[in-house]
């Protein structure tokens, strides 16, 4: 029961971090804020060429999200038992928080899942 708690909450964590609309106010600042828009643009999902490779709050956003989906699968396969499983239900999240993010003015991108 405990990892299912643990599991859910940071789920809501990634969720909410995922989709303020200015990470760098949430990071630094704890300052949520959400900018819902309808009309979103799909072919954004595959742009590849907005790497920032010398932006410091790139990597560390990078880092943030490897860690923060690292947790996520130590939390689910504690919870579940199937490497697989757990594999393919933090892709699938990982999945819904990019498209996620093209609603929330923000760059939702597919490599991220990779990330």
């Keep these: 029961m405990f990892f ?3 599991t859910g909450l940071w789920a809501v964590m990634i969720l909410v971090g995922s989709c303020t609309s200015d990470p760098q106010l949430f990071i630094y600042n704890q300052y949520v804020n959400f900018d819902f828009q309808s009309a979103v643009n799909f072919r ?3 742009i590849i060429n907005d790497f920032q490779l ?3 709050f790139f990597l560390f956003q990078k880092i943030g999200h490897f860690a923060g989906f690292a947790l996520l699968f130590f939390l ?3 919870w579940i038992k199937s490497y697989r499983f757990t594999f393919v239900l933090c892709v ?3 999945l819904l928080t ?3 993010q093209l609603y929330f003015n923000r760059n939702g991108r597919l490599y991220d899942v990779g990330v």
């Design 4 to 6: 299912r708690i643990l």
């Design 44 to 46: 954004d999902l595959f």
């Design 54 to 56: 010398t932006s410091t």
């Design 76 to 78: 689910l396969f504690n």
């Design 92 to 94: 699938m999240f990982a």
């Design 98 to 100: 990019e498209v996620l």
